[in-house]
T-cell receptor, first 115, second 108 residues
Framework: DARVTQTPRHKVTEMGQEVTMRCQPILGHNTVFWYRQTMMQGLELLAYFRNRAPLDDSGMPKDRFSAEMPDATLATLKIQPSEPRDSAVYFC?????????????FGSGTRLTVV | DAKTTQPPSMDCAEGRAANLPCNHSTISGNEYVYWYRQIHSQGPQYIIHGLKNNETNEMASLIITEDRKSSTLILPHATLRDTAVYYC?????????FGTGTRLQVFP
């Protein structure tokens, strides 16, 4: 089965450090979502792309978070500088956004711990 | 914001049908109802979706009321592996917004 690949699976970093999370969407998928999940807030949508163009990043703290798709096979989410409150699991999902007959496929997530 | 309302938790005996309700009274005519589930520590998994007709696949059945203001996800023979949080989402090619979902506990 085709998979969405997220790296790294786990990341522990010190406060103030830059963190980069990567997502390889399924080949041919044109829509990519980034989510953050914590116990308190649940699944929060941070940003999403269609055909590599950012459509909405209103869920992201703009001063420290950035999301990009340098090419169709890679999406990145960066946090600089990281803070302890950024500790969460970050999920990426890909799909064929304009066709509503398909669900989105999620990756296994990156578990980020900022100490 | 999520456009759906679900009970926070439900229990179901193993082997019995699990019926998970969802209210989406403000759904628009071109919006689909999607169901996902999230098993502990994993990414959400697509289950099924529908517009106005009832749908069935190998995982579940989806019953949508005629006025489309509510729906029910049916797991016909729940197993312990179906223990998860189930999310009902209204969607039409825009943002995929998750609510708080229903935590289904299947017990032996």
């Amino acid at each position: 089965d085709a998979r969405v690949t997220q790296t790294p699976r786990h990341k522990v970093t010190e406060m103030g450090q830059e963190v980069t999370m990567r997502c390889q969407p399924i080949l041919g998928h044109n829509t990519v979502f980034w989510y953050r999940q914590t116990m308190m807030q649940g699944l929060e949508l941070l940003a999403y792309f269609r055909n590599r163009a950012p459509l909405d990043d209103s869920g992201m703290p703009k001063d420290r978070f950035s999301a990009e798709m340098p090419d169709a096979t890679l999406a990145t989410l960066k946090i600089q500088p990281s803070e302890p409150r950024d500790s969460a699991v970050y999920f990426c999902a890909s799909g064929l956004g304009q066709w509503t007959n398909y669900g989105y496929t999620f990756g296994s997530g990156t578990r980020l711990t900022v100490v | 914001d999520a456009k759906t309302t679900q009970p926070p938790s439900m229990d179901c005996a193993e082997g019995r049908a699990a019926n998970l309700p969802c209210n989406h009274s403000t759904i628009s005519g071109n919006e689909y109802v999607y169901w996902y589930r999230q098993i502990h520590s994993q990414g959400p998994q697509y289950i099924i979706h529908g517009l106005k007709n009832n749908e069935t696949n190998e995982m579940a059945s989806l019953i949508i009321t005629e006025d489309r203001k509510s729906s029910t996800l049916i797991l016909p023979h729940a197993t312990l592996r179906d223990t998860a949080v189930y999310y009902c989402i209204v969607y039409n090619t825009d943002k995929l917004i998750f609510g708080t979902g229903t935590r289904l506990q299947v017990f032996p």
